[in-house]
């Protein structure tokens, strides 16, 4: 199955279980692409939020880089590593939701 989780919250507890089901779903061959947009970038501008490590794992489970909505000045402030996790250029979901057989939103 062919999976988006749309994780758009600043609440810890919902973002990693968001991407807690992400690695589940990852591990049992589904393919899982991540949308993170505002104010999700406040965990990831966190270097002690879950999230901020969790993110840094999509590789281990085979998840591409994750899409996501967020602006040059939000981009600006994440480390080396969150931005390594993200894709390049920011990404209007809209366009691409018919992509998926399931779009989860959080």
């Known amino acids: 199955m062919n999976i988006l989780i749309k994780l758009a ?10 991407l807690a089901l992400a690695f589940v779903l990852a591990t049992f061959d589904h ?10 970038h406040l965990l990831l501008g966190d270097p002690d939020s879950r999230l ?9 489970y085979d998840i591409e880089k994750a899409w ?3 602006t040059d000045e ?3 402030q994440f480390d ?4 390594h996790a993200l894709a390049g250029e920011r990404c209007v979901l809209d ?3 018919a992509l998926f057989d399931s779009v989860l939103e959080f």
Do not use: C
């Open 31 to 40: 393919d899982v692409t991540l949308f993170l947009d505002t104010p999700t």
């Open 52 to 60: 901020y490590g969790m993110i840094q794992s999509l590789d281990l």
């Open 9 to 18: 919250s600043d609440n810890e507890l919902i973002a990693y279980e968001a």
């Open 95 to 97: 366009d691409k939701r």
């Open 68 to 70: 996501h909505g967020f």
């Open 74 to 76: 939000q981009m600006a």
């Open 80 to 83: 080396d590593d969150i931005r």
